[in-house]
């Protein structure tokens, strides 16, 4: 049974850091499409950083809204991290990871992948 359970949200103030992390059981991140994606109340699922795992390398995309500030990596075989530097309200939103595309990974929408976690909020505020 494959689940993907995200960790590390939390509140912060603006500025500040936040590590996401993104466990896999049951699955295998080889040769799969990850990525997260986070959602504000009324508005709809965003794509927010996306990492092909292949054999022949890593390929990542962060989208153009958060790229100076957040990266994503894989610390560990099964576990796919978002770092969140220099955050802001507006990042405030649920943060859910997604695996396994049908698409091309880093222009896959929400309706493309075959498994989600459960979200961990991050709320940014003063």
């Known amino acids: 049974q494959v689940q993907l359970a995200e960790s590390g949200g939390g509140s912060v103030q603006p500025g500040g850091s936040l590590r996401l992390a993104c466990v896999a059981s049951?699955?295998?991140?080889?040769?799969?499409?990850v990525a997260w994606f986070r959602q504000a109340p009324g508005n709809e699922r965003e794509g927010v950083a996306y990492a092909y795992f292949g054999s022949g390398g890593v390929s990542t995309y962060v989208a153009d809204s958060v790229r100076a500030r957040f990266s994503i990596s894989r610390p560990y075989q099964n576990t796919v991290a978002l770092q969140m530097n220099s955050l802001k309200p507006e990042d405030t939103a649920m943060y859910y990871c997604?695996?396994?595309?049908?698409?091309?990974?880093?222009?896959?929408?929400?309706?493309?992948?075959?498994?989600w976690g459960q979200g961990t909020q991050v709320t940014v505020s003063s």
């Open positions: 049951g699955f295998s991140t080889n040769n799969k499409c």
């Open positions: 997604a695996a396994q595309s049908k698409g091309v990974c880093a222009r896959s929408q929400a309706a493309d992948f075959a498994y």
